[in-house]
């Protein structure tokens, strides 16, 4: 069973517009949750993470995420974005039971238009 | 500092050969794991070790084999290559504790 599930499967953007990823997670307990972006031809990197604390998480080149307990979800947020951002993002939780088996979400290709 | 290292880049197999994916960290990470990506399926794992010594069955072992050669060292081998096993295969690790995964390159395999 998809224990984590990404909402949009392709996200079509222009430049500047603001970009929202939904993702929802289906672990009964604590997790940690991640949002991973794989660049065109490269390997999966690390965009955020959150284990515990302040529920708004910031990461690199200005993407936020939120936890939201009571609706299982972390979205990935970014206000503004580039040409540059064109790339598939993943999202990924773990429970804390058992942090070895990270399952991801199907993933969403966003493509941002100039 | 390299990272995760794979080998090969690019396989080519036919239907019944072998082979085995090599990967490595120079990290010091305990953990270390096998994952392929299809397309709109995300990535699945494989196998995944927990520290030298230990290896568990991820989501999707069947037809895979894994090796935790030392500290370093994480393979995957495939006995008896099908077409179903055509995919991009990533290696990652990560250290103690709640934390990221580091990931490799990956393989693109094609078995024919």
């Known amino acids: 069973a998809q224990s984590v599930s990404q909402h949009n499967h392709h996200v079509i953007l222009s430049e500047a517009a603001s970009l929202e990823l939904g993702c929802n997670y289906s672990?009964?307990?604590?997790?940690?949750l991640f949002w991973y972006v794989q660049y065109p031809g490269q390997h999966l990197q690390l965009l955020l993470k959150?284990?515990?604390?302040?529920?708004l998480v910031k990461g690199i080149k200005g993407f936020e995420a939120e936890f939201i307990k009571s609706k299982f979800s972390f979205n990935l947020r970014k206000p503004s974005v580039q040409w540059s951002d064109t790339a598939e993002y993943f999202c990924?939780?773990?429970?804390?039971?058992?942090?070895?088996?990270?399952?991801f979400g199907a993933g969403t290709t966003v493509t941002v238009r100039a | 500092n390299a990272g995760v290292t794979q080998t090969p880049k690019f396989q080519v197999l036919k239907t019944g050969q072998s082979m085995t994916l090599q990967c490595a960290q120079d990290?010091?990470?305990?953990?270390m794991y096998w994952y392929r990506q299809d397309p709109g399926m995300g990535l699945r794992l494989i196998y995944y070790?927990?520290?030298?010594?230990?290896?568990d069955k991820g989501e999707v072992p069947n037809g895979y084999n894994v090796s935790r050669l030392n500290k370093r060292e994480f393979s995957l081998r495939l006995e008896s290559a099908a077409p179903s096993q055509t995919s991009v295969y990533f290696c990652?690790?990560?250290?103690?504790?709640?934390?990221?995964?580091?990931f490799g390159p990956g393989t693109r395999l094609t078995v024919l």
């Open positions: 990924a939780g773990v429970p804390k039971t058992n942090d070895y088996k990270l399952s």
């Open positions: 672990y009964g307990g604590t997790v940690n």
């Open positions: 959150y284990f515990s604390g302040d529920p």
């Open positions: 990290m010091n990470h305990n953990s």
């Open positions: 070790s927990a520290s030298e010594g230990t290896t």
């Open positions: 990652a690790s990560a250290g103690t504790g709640p934390n990221e995964q580091f």
